[in-house]
């Protein structure tokens, strides 16, 4: 079985909803509040800023890290 790989358009992930496959501290449902793009190519994103919808705690990843379907599930589940 072949995995398909994710591809964003910055200005679609901006705001979309994922679930964490290991919720931590009940924190399951998060949503795309920032997106940074490449400082050297404005069409390819660098990071996003995730907040806890449960909380509005909020952290920073590599945006590649949303690709893991180990760890992270688009939308809410």
């Keep these: 079985?072949?995995?398909?790989?994710?591809s964003w358009h910055p200005k679609k992930l901006?705001?979309?909803k994922w679930t964490a496959v290991e919720p931590q501290q009940?924190?399951?449902h998060f949503l795309v509040v920032k997106v940074e793009l490449d400082?050297?190519?404005?069409?390819?994103?660098?990071?996003?800023?995730?907040?806890a919808v449960l909380s509005k705690r909020h952290f920073t990843l590599h945006w590649?890290?949303?690709e893991n379907?180990?760890?992270w599930r688009v939308g809410w589940l």
Excluded: C, Y
């Excluded at 400082?39 to 907040?51: F, G, M, N, R, Y």
């Design 26 to 28: 009940r924190e399951k």
């Design 39 to 51: 400082p050297l190519d404005a069409q390819k994103v660098a990071q996003v800023t995730l907040e």
């Design 64 to 66: 590649s890290e949303l």
């Design 69 to 71: 379907e180990t760890q």
């Design 1 to 6: 079985m072949t995995q398909v790989k994710r």
């Design 14 to 16: 901006l705001n979309t």
